[in-house]
């Protein structure tokens, strides 16, 4: 184990699968204590049964991040469990099925804007004066490319992530004085378990997205979730209100 964030304890929201277990084990590497949090209940206990078999210290803690009393109960007994939040990694958030806003369902904005956006106010919003009490701290939200720019056929998808790299800039202006800092990462393409099934899917569709990739690969959860844990620690220590693109160069162009 390293040293990059020894003891430091924090959570994780969506830890059940795809980047967050990726950021789980990652942020369980460096050495700190994370509590992870799913509305999959057996996802999430299997990424902690997979952190302590690799010697870290991780435990789990049911969370649907769009009830606002789950995200309080999730906050107050991590501080119950550890005495403190160092950090957390708000991970939670949805996709909808793609349609022009005119076919689209008005039930999918509704829920991507509940879980996505505001799941994730809930979140900073009761995680700070948690962190506070803790002297400081440090949180990263999982945006998407998709809050950086439009995305054709899926407006609730990339509002709800515009409203988190909106969050975060925001938050950044409002707590660092008090020692919060606040980043998004904003992933392109990742191979998590149901994108990595479609790639096998539709193999001609993934050739050309990865085609379009400077660096010249889809990128690894692992990739984002390096970027979450680098963000959280002190080597960003100077670094707040960023949304930053974990794409492989892809909105560059
Ligand atoms: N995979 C990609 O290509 C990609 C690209 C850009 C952004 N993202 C974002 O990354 C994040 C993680 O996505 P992923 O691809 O790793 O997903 P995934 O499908 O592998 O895992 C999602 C997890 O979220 C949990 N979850 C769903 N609703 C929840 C809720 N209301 N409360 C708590 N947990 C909930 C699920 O049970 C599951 O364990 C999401 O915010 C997603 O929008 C993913």
Redesign the pocket.
Known sequence: MSELMQDKVGII??G?????RASAQAFAREGAKVII????DD?GQETVNMIKKAGGEASYIP????TEEDVVVLINKTVELYGRLDWAHN?????VPSASITESDSSDWDRALQ??AT?MYYSIKHEIPAMLKSGGGAIVN?S??AGLSGAENMAGYSASKWAVNGLTKSIALEYGKQGIRINSIC????L????EKWSQEAPEQAEYIKSNIPLGRIGK?EDQANAAVWLCSDKAAYITGVNLPVDGGHTAK
Request: glycine letters at 20%; one cysteine or more; aromatic letters at 0%.
């Open positions: 929201t969506a059940g699968s795809g980047i967050g949090s799913d509305i999959n996802m969370c649907n991040v769009a991970n939670a958030g949805i996709g879980i996505t799941g999982t998407s490319t992933p392109g393409m990742t998590t378990p149901a994108v959860p």
